[in-house]
């Protein structure tokens, strides 16, 4: 173990005193940052020009709701222009001017459920979404005008949810509950999820540079000269050790640039959902998604002469990590569903899948998770094992890239 | 004699082919010894075993009392054949972390350092990045890192190749210090003029089997005979007529006489014939760069003739 500390304090110095390693670890924050400015700056352009292009709004109405609309316009920053109107609807046949509409409202549109909207040929593309916000006020004024009890609007009223999965069975009132409870803070979550998946991201991609630095001391051919200080196992990981660390200090930087712009540009409470106990659970998942991989990469690092080189089976391997993202949109838009379900237990997709379905899912399905940590510890022991075999004959074939059949009988020695 | 690494009948085995087939010796304290051999003998297997970089299929090697994964070696220093250094690390940080690897005080191992570069006029380089080192300064500083621990035992796989001469000889002189100062010196090297300058004893070996092993007068005296090289202008036919001579070459006043076994020269020189054109003459046994040919090139015309 001394002698893995020694390799992997010189592979964090090595990298550290590195300059490419340096402009990378404060570059990635940097772009973040540029990117987050170059969208505000965009999106108050856009701000700009709906201020210039707010619809105005005359409404002609009988039945008391035009305070109703002015409060929804204000809650829902509609951008409304609002005027009363007394123009009867028989004398608009058009609208001419540009960005206006205009609304009549009185008890026979509202029996027949059908509002006259007369919008210029010129409008917010969003206006026709925006009246959607004026059904329920109008329902309700409608239940409110055809006698019924509070009680039995209120019943009316309440929003019918569709509940797939764990949540069936529960009563109305508890899903009301829980997703009240969500509602209100949904960060409690999202921010430890986040959070982990950066670390995640961050450390699993540093580790790639392992490949790297597994070919380089082929490449340099000083292999044999380590070698005859320590065992091959201490080498790997030493490697692994140290550009785990070199992760981290890459988050670590990253969080250090990030975390105090990100709570001085957002009202996101970043710190008071960060530091709970559910954080610690996704870093480990993050932290073994980490050890999985670099085993991998170190192992096949091994194999090649140099990076450049990679054949077929070398480039696979390095595209694993990526294997997560493909099936990211199934999983979020689907956390309990098959895809995410089968992704839970597939070694190169469970730490991804299971960050986010922890993230994303109201109450944990604690057996597929303790199924699904299992999967990335056994992971982790069987390419330890594996990557410990390739890289003890690997790293001293000099000259050439090593055959998925040489890669195979090296296993079975 | 004090030893510090014996093998004893190594053996190993690449798929059906055998790298070595039992081959034992010892390595003394203070000495250097040459470990011979054609390429593809097994002189780097060998020495891979002894490293534990590879691990044989049978057969042990002692180290200090020890042996296996028990062997010190942090007391050992290795310049492998093909051997290269990180390119893009200053020389002082890379000897430094060899001498780390090695359990050595690092500040001794800071003086030392700059001793060393001084010493192969590399002054002044320790900030230089390796990757802007001539092949030569980069073995120095490779051979540097092999020595800075100050090992018991120092294992140099061609240590000279692509060394230009003065650099073959700061090498030479050092790795005689070293020696000199009680070092065991395991050296394999086909430059045979530069064994036979330095070495104390030699392991020749050929397709994983010992051939030769002893000290190098003995190997001299028990697989050389002695050769008797002839300027003059001489037909063959009276060439023929001197006795003793086993095997003849002759080429534009050249003759390469090989003499008999058990000929004594000064008795053999009085025999021959008067009429001898004589410009020059030489007698001297054969070299240690010709019985390696011989080993390398299978034709074992030495120990026929040598009877061994």
């Known amino acids: ?413 | 004699m004090n030893t510090l690494l014996t093998v004893e009948n190594l053996k190993k085995s690449f798929k059906d082919k055998e790298a070595l087939k039992g081959i034992s010796f010892e390595v003394y304290r203070g000495e250097i010894m040459a470990i011979l051999g054609p390429n593809g003998a097994g002189k780097s297997t060998t020495i891979r075993n002894i490293m534990g970089i590879m691990y044989p299929d049978s057969g042990e090697i002692h180290f200090h009392q020890q042996t296996g994964e028990g062997i010190p070696k942090s007391k050992i220093g290795y310049l492998p054949e093909e051997r290269g250094l990180y390119k893009d690390v200053k020389i002082m940080d890379i000897l430094l972390y060899l001498a780390d690897l090695k359990d050595y005080p690092l500040n001794k191992a800071k003086e030392r350092i700059l001793m060393y570069l001084k010493k192969f006029d590399l002054e002044g380089k320790e900030n230089t990045s390796v990757e802007e080192l001539s092949k030569g300064m980069s073995q120095k500083v490779q051979f540097i890192g092999s020595i800075l621990h100050e090992p018991e035992l120092l294992i140099l796989d061609e240590p000279f190749s692509g060394l230009d001469p003065v650099s073959q000889e700061i090498f030479k002189e050092e790795i005689a210090s070293l020696a000199a100062n009680g070092t065991a010196i395991l050296l394999s090297s086909h430059q045979m003029n530069l064994v036979e300058q330095m070495c104390d004893r030699v392991f020749m070996m050929q397709h994983g089997e010992k051939v030769i092993y002893g000290t190098l007068d003995d190997v001299k005296k028990q697989y050389a005979n002695f050769k008797c090289i002839l300027h003059g202008e001489n037909p063959p036919a009276l060439l023929e007529k001197i006795p003793e001579v086993d095997r003849m070459e002759h080429h534009r006043g050249r003759s390469v006489l090989h003499l008999s076994k058990g000929v004594i020269p000064h008795q053999w020189l009085k025999q021959l014939p008067n009429e001898l054109d004589v410009q020059e003459l030489h007698i001297n046994r054969i070299s240690l760069h010709e019985i390696f040919i011989d080993i390398a090139t299978d034709k074992h015309l030495v120990s026929q003739e040598g009877g061994s």
């Open chain 1, 1 to 413: 173990m001394q002698n893995s500390m020694k390799v992997a304090k010189w592979e964090l110095k090595r990298n550290l005193k590195n300059k490419t390693f340096v402009i990378g670890l404060f570059i990635t924050p940097a772009i973040f940052i540029l990117f987050f400015f170059l969208g505000t700056l965009f999106s108050d352009s856009d701000d700009n020009t709906d201020t210039a292009e707010n619809m105005t709004v005359y409404v002609n109405e009988d039945i008391g709701i035009f305070e109703d609309i002015e409060a929804i316009n204000q809650e829902q920053d509609l951008g409304w222009n609002l005027q009363t109107t007394d123009r009867p609807q028989s004398e608009i046949t058009e609208v001419d001017e540009p960005y206006t509409a205009y609304l009549f409202i009185n008890e026979q549109s509202l029996e027949e459920n059908r509002i006259a909207t007369y919008t210029s040929e010129e409008a917010d593309p969003l206006f026709p979404g925006q009246l959607q916000a004026l059904t329920v006020p109008l329902q309700l004024i409608k239940a409110e005008a055809s006698g019924l009890s509070q009680q039995e609007i209120n019943q009316l009223m309440e929003p019918i949810s569709f509940v797939e999965g764990t949540n069936q069975g529960e009563s109305p009132s508890n899903i009301e509950e829980n997703s009240l409870f969500d509602l209100e803070n949904p960060w409690e979550t999202i921010i430890p999820g986040v959070f982990a998946g950066i670390i995640m991201l961050s450390i699993t991609f540093t580790g790639m540079a392992i490949f790297q630095s597994a070919s380089q001391e082929k490449k340099d051919k000083i292999a044999e000269i380590i070698l005859s200080s320590l065992t091959p196992s201490e080498l790997m990981q030493g490697k692994i050790i140290g550009y785990f660390m070199l992760g981290l200090i890459q988050v670590a930087v990253f969080i250090a640039i990030l975390l105090p712009f990100t709570i001085w540009q957002t009202d996101i409470p970043i710190l008071e959902n960060l530091f709970v106990p559910r954080t610690i659970f996704f870093v480990l998942i993050a932290l073994l998604s980490y050890l999985m991989f670099a085993s991998i990469f170190v192992g096949v690092g091994a194999t090649m002469s140099d990076v450049a080189s990679a054949g077929n089976m070398q480039g696979l391997v390095m595209m694993l990590p990526f294997l997560q993202f493909v099936i990211i949109g199934p999983v979020i838009s689907n956390p309990d569903g098959i895809v995410a379900t089968v992704g839970t237990y597939i070694p190169f997709t469970a730490p991804l899948t299971l960050l986010i379905r922890l993230t994303l899912l109201d109450s944990w399905p604690w057996i597929e998770i303790i199924i699904s940590v299992a999967v990335i510890v056994l992971s982790i022991y069987v390419f330890m094992k594996l990557a410990g075999k390739i890289f003890k004959v690997g790293i001293l074939l000099y000259g050439k890239n090593a055959t998925p059949k040489e890669i195979w009988k090296w296993i079975r020695m």
